[in-house]
Nanobody, 114 residues
Framework: QVQLVESGGGLVQPGGSLRLSCAASGIIFSINAMGWYRQTPGKQRELVAVISNGGSTSYAASVKGRFTISRDNAKRTVYLQMNSLKPEDTAVYYC????????WGQGTQVTVSS
């Protein structure tokens, strides 16, 4: 059974930083691309960043230059380093395998507010 467990969210002031983690089990982690997504109430879940199995990355325009996705295959974990956070980054953040979409985890809440 596939499990995706996100952690690392919290309350941070504008301009602050957070590092999210997503631990995956039940999949051959190293061969899969991994993505971070976010969702706010009343809106569709949106893709934030993707990292390929080879380490290539891509980002949504709204976070490019501020967020960095990375992975540790030995730990079966994908990370999202978020810097220069803005109030509009407030959302529940999730990870998943792009185009496959296993069952979503519980997500981790990120709130950017002064």
């Amino acid at each position: 059974q596939v499990q995706l467990v996100e952690s690392g969210g919290g309350l941070v002031q504008p301009g602050g930083s957070l590092r999210l983690s997503c631990a995956a089990s039940g999949i051959i982690f190293s061969i899969n691309a991994m993505g971070w997504y976010r969702q706010t109430p009343g809106k569709q879940r949106e893709l934030v960043a993707v990292i390929s199995n080879g380490g290539s990355t891509s980002y949504a325009a709204s976070v490019k230059g501020r967020f960095t996705i990375s992975r540790d295959n030995a730990k079966r974990t994908v990370y999202l380093q978020m810097n220069s956070l803005k109030p509009e980054d407030t959302a529940v953040y999730y990870c998943n395998v792009p185009l496959v979409f296993y069952s979503w985890g519980q997500g981790t809440q990120v709130t950017v507010s002064s």
